[in-house]
C-alpha cells in the first residue's frame, strides 16, 4: 500500500504547512503535570491498567457502545479525535501544526499512540495522548522513526512496538519502547533485513514480523517470531521461493495461530511449491499451515483482521486504487464482500463484540470512515466530511 501512503502523507504535509492551531492541550491538564517531555509516570499507571469506559446504553442500535478513535483531515490541519456511538460525539484529543496520523489504542485502552509528523524538522515520531488522566500529548521517541511504521501494544500496555529503518541506511528493525522509561530496545540486532510489520501476541509470549532475511541463498519475506526481549528468532514457513511473500501476520485472540498474507509475481504456472497466494493461517509453532481464502498473486493489502472472538478473519483485497473488505471464517469457506464501494478500502478495525467492522474509503482524494455489520448489510458512512480514516476501536 506504499501508493496509497506516499499519497496520503504527501497531502498530509501539505495540509500541515496551512495550519494555524496552537500546541495547547484541548483539555486541562491535571495538577502538577509530568514535567519529563517523554515519558508517563510510572506512580499513576498501575492505578488504570483495568479500567473499562462507561457503557449507558447506546443511542444508535447501529452502533456498539464503544469509542472510536480517528484521524481527522479538515480545516488545514490533520489530528485526532474520538468518537462516542453513545452521544454521537468527537472530542479532539491532539491540537498541533503538524500531522498526526494512525492512532492506536492501547490494550488497556489509556493512551492512544500515533504517528507524528513534525513539518518544522521533517521527521516523525511516535506520540501518546491519555484519554483517561488528561495529560497533553507527549513524544515517546525523539530521533525519528520509518514513516510508514506499524505500531503493536503489549497486553500490559507497557510496552510498544514500531519499525524504524538502520542508522547505516541498510534494512529496517524492530523496536521495543517500554513507554514509562523511555527505554527503546532493538529487537533485530544487527541484521540487515528489512523486518516488518510487527505484531505483539495477546497472551505476549512471542512477536510475529516480516523478515527478508536470506534463506538457502535466496532473498524472501517470510513470518517470523521472536520473544519479547529480542532472542530465539524462528522462521515459521520455510518457503524459499524467489519474489513470493509472506508479509502482514495478525495473532488469533487465543494466540495460537498467525494470519498472514501470501503473494507473488512469479506466476502460479512458474511452480512455486508454497501453495496458492491468498490469506493464509500457521500456528505459532509453525505447524498446521493452511489456505484460507485464494487471491489473485499480486495483491495489495494490509494485515489481515482477527474478529475478537476469533470466528472470523476480514482483510482487504484489490489492485491499486480499488480495493474491498472482505470476512471470511476463521476456519476457511466463502468470503463475503462487506464493503463494495468505488475506490480503496482498508484500516479494518473490529468492534469489542464482533459484530462490525469499521473502515475507511479513499475515493476521489477523500478519506471517509464507514461502519459495517458482519455480513454486509447495514454499511454506510459513519463520520462524513473533510476526510476521516485510520481508525481504531476501543479493546
Not at 524504524?164 to 521495543?176: A, C, D, M, T
Not at 527503546?184 to 505483539?200: D, H, K, R, V, Y
Not at 508454497?274 to 493461517?281: E, K, Q, S
Request: charged share 15%; aromatic share 12%.
Amino acid at each position: 500500500m506504499i501508493t496509497r501512503w506516499f499519497i496520503f502523507i504527501c497531502t498530509a504535509i501539505l495540509l500541515s504547512t496551512a495550519c494555524t492551531g496552537t500546541t495547547s492541550a484541548p483539555t486541562t491538564p491535571p495538577t502538577n503535570p509530568p514535567t519529563t517531555p517523554t515519558l508517563f509516570p510510572q506512580s499513576i499507571y498501575p492505578e488504570v491498567v483495568n479500567s473499562t469506559p462507561d457503557s449507558p446504553p447506546p443511542i444508535d442500535e447501529h452502533v456498539p457502545p464503544s469509542k472510536i478513535v480517528f484521524t481527522r483531515f479538515s480545516s488545514g490541519s490533520v489530528d485526532i479525535y474520538t468518537y462516542d456511538p453513545q452521544t454521537q460525539q468527537e472530542v479532539r484529543l491532539t491540537d498541533s501544526e503538524g500531522v498526526s496520523i494512525q492512532p492506536l489504542w492501547s490494550s488497556n485502552g489509556q493512551f492512544v499512540a500515533y504517528l507524528y509528523f513534525d513539518s518544522s524538522n521533517d521527521s516523525v515520531n511516535i506520540w501518546l495522548v491519555d484519554t483517561i488522566f488528561g495529560y497533553p500529548p507527549r513524544p515517546a521517541t525523539l530521533e525519528g522513526i520509518g514513516a510508514f511504521s506499524t505500531m503493536s501494544w503489549s497486553a500490559d500496555s507497557y510496552f510498544l512496538l514500531y519499525e524504524k529503518p538502520s542508522l547505516e541506511g541498510v534494512g529496517q528493525h524492530i523496536n521495543r519502547l517500554n513507554i514509562v522509561t523511555g527505554e527503546i530496545l532493538n529487537l533485530t540486532g544487527e541484521s540487515q533485513s528489512w523486518n516488518s510489520f510487527p505484531a505483539w501476541s495477546p497472551d505476549g509470549s512471542l512477536i510475529a514480523f516480516t523478515s527478508n532475511r536470506y534463506q538457502d541463498g535466496i532473498l524472501t519475506d517470510d513470518i517470523w517470531v521472536i520473544s519479547p526481549d529480542g532472542s530465539n528468532p524462528v522462521d515459521l514457513i520455510n518457503n524459499h521461493e524467489f519474489l513470493w511473500e509472506d508479509s502482514h501476520p495478525a495473532w488469533s485472540p487465543d494466540s495460537r495461530e498467525i494470519a498472514f498474507m501470501r503473494t507473488g509475481s512469479l506466476g502460479i504456472e512458474a511452480g512455486y511449491s508454497g501453495g496458492r497466494p491468498g490469506i493464509w493461517v500457521v500456528a505459532a509453532d509453525g505447524s498446521s499451515e493452511r489456505l484460507i481464502y485464494e487471491t489473485e498473486e499480486i495483491n495489495f493489502s494490509e494485515p489481515p483482521a482477527w474478529s475478537p472472538d476469533g470466528n472470523w478473519i476480514a482483510f482487504n483485497s484489490g489492485r491499486l486504487d480499488e480495493t474491498d473488505v472482505w470476512v471470511v471464517p476463521a476456519q476457511g469457506g466463502q468470503a463475503v464482500n462487506v464493503s463494495d464501494l468505488p475506490g480503496e478500502e482498508g484500516s479494518i478495525a473490529w468492534s469489542p463484540n464482533s459484530e462490525y467492522l469499521l473502515f475507511t474509503n479513499t475515493h476521489l482524494g477523500t478519506i471517509n470512515l464507514y461502519l459495517t455489520a458482519l455480513d454486509g448489510s447495514e454499511t454506510r458512512l459513519l463520520i462524513e466530511g473533510g476526510g476521516n480514516g485510520y481508525a481504531d476501536w476501543w479493546p
